[in-house]
Each structure stands twice: as structure tokens, then as C-alpha cells.
């Protein structure tokens, strides 16, 4: 299992950042596409996925599969685990992901109202082109749920 954290919300502050960097894989696509029901062509043709984005150099990555990449950020890196996501609202696309892309996600605490913690979340590419931006609310673990975790429930023990 991956290593965690457990941040409860007086643990964080207001523009405290967090950055880390997601890829993703072919068969990451198709498995999300199975799971999801998504069958649009554009994640599964390139030739789909050219018609509809001249230039592409591949299969689109799903935006659904970015957005569930970036939650599980919130459980298990920032603030970790215990939380409880609330809501995730992206703003569109502005430019396609493709596999093997890499996409540096920078988490901001904009708002601490606890045990309620509202993030700023940025998208770019490997240039610093923006890819999307999103907002989201998620309730972060409590002080019992940290001392369970940090006891018995931390991962690898």
C-alpha cells in the first residue's frame, strides 16, 4: 500500500500548497471506460480523437479519470486520509490530456473553516500550460480519526 498522511484541518493553513504530478497509461483509459460506461470514441481511436482535437497525438484521457486522479491526491497525500470529499468543481478543459502526458497538480488551501477545508486545485502541463482549474470542499479528519491512524491504521504496518 502507498504511504498516507493524515492532516486534520488545524494541521493546515490558508495558502498552504501542495504539488504532485499525475501520468496516465492506456489501459488506465480503458479500465476507467469500462468502469465508467464511458464509451466515447475519442478514448479509445485516435483517429476519433484527431477529428475532434486536430493535432492529437493520441487517445483522450477522460476528464472524469483526471478528476478521480486528483480526489484520491485528497485521501491519501493532502490532506490525507480520514477526509471526506464534498464536492469537486473543474472548470473546462482547455487543452486535451493524452497517456504518457505528465500533469503537475498544485492543491491551495484557500478557505479553513473546520473540520471544513475548500481547495484551489491548477492543472498544467510539463510547460506550464494550463490544463484546467478546479474548486473543492472536503471535511478533513478529526483529531480521533488521526490518532486511530496514527496508531493502528497507518498503511504498511
Given at each position: 500500500m502507498p504511504k498516507?498522511?493524515?492532516l486534520t484541518a488545524?494541521?493546515?493553513e490558508v495558502g498552504q500548497c501542495h504539488r504532485a504530478r499525475l501520468s496516465f497509461r492506456r489501459d488506465q483509459v480503458e479500465q476507467y471506460?469500462?468502469?465508467s460506461g464511458d464509451y466515447n470514441a475519442i478514448h479509445h481511436?485516435?483517429?476519433a480523437a484527431r477529428l475532434r482535437f486536430p493535432g492529437a497525438q493520441d487517445i483522450v484521457v477522460p476528464g472524469g479519470l483526471v478528476q478521480i486522479a486528483v480526489t484520491g491526491i485528497f485521501g491519501t497525500e493532502f490532506p490525507g486520509d480520514g477526509c471526506l470529499?464534498?464536492?469537486f468543481v473543474p472548470e473546462r478543459f482547455r487543452r486535451p490530456v493524452y497517456p504518457g502526458d505528465h500533469i503537475d497538480v498544485e492543491?491551495?488551501?484557500s478557505r479553513i473553516r473546520a473540520p471544513m477545508v475548500e481547495l484551489d486545485i491548477t492543472l498544467t502541463d510539463r510547460q506550464g500550460n494550463l490544463i484546467t482549474t478546479a474548486k473543492s470542499k472536503?471535511?478533513?479528519a478529526d483529531d480521533a480519526y488521526r490518532q486511530?491512524?496514527?496508531t493502528a491504521g497507518k498503511p504498511g504496518r
Open positions: 498516507t498522511k493524515c488545524s494541521m493546515l471506460c469500462a468502469l481511436s485516435t483517429e470529499g464534498l464536492t492543491i491551495l488551501v472536503l471535511v478533513a486511530w491512524w496514527s
